[in-house]
């Protein structure tokens, strides 16, 4: 079982930063592979970016590419989303994810394989 509890969402104008965090609880963090999704008012949940186990993988949407940063600190059992940047259109409400993967270093866009959710942090940026 693992607990994930997001933080560091906010309100930011348009060209700004945020870095969110997601802490998660349980001794097997480093067997999972962890995502951030977004869900927009009346839109579908979609990945935005994921990292492996040990970190050595990721995986950035087009929509992040180039302006996102996904890393994890596995002996502080968090992972991170830099988001510089930032458009009215990153706002949503940001999720963090596990996907229980202890024997692969790779990294899954799918929500339905990711095991445990947390309670998403809102991001409101402003034009």
């Known amino acids: 079982q693992v607990q994930l509890v997001e933080s560091g969402g906010g309100l930011v104008q348009a060209g700004g930063s945020l870095r969110l965090s997601c802490a998660a609880s349980?001794?097997?963090?480093?067997?999972?592979?962890m995502g951030w999704f977004r869900q927009a008012p009346g839109k579908e949940r979609e990945v935005v970016a994921a990292?492996?186990?040990?970190?050595?993988?990721?995986y950035y949407a087009d929509s992040a590419k180039g302006r996102f940063t996904i890393s994890r600190d596995n002996a502080k059992k968090t992972v991170y989303l830099q988001m510089n940047s930032l458009k009215p259109e990153d706002t949503a409400v940001y999720y963090c994810?596990?996907?229980?993967?202890?024997?692969?270093?790779?990294?899954?866009?799918?929500?339905?394989?990711?095991?445990?959710w947390g309670q998403g942090t809102q991001v409101t940026v402003s034009s």
């Open positions: 349980g001794p097997t963090f480093s067997m999972y592979a």
């Open positions: 990292v492996s186990r040990s970190g050595g993988n990721t």
């Open positions: 994810a596990a996907d229980f993967r202890p024997l692969r270093e790779s990294v899954s866009m799918v929500l339905g394989e990711y095991d445990f």
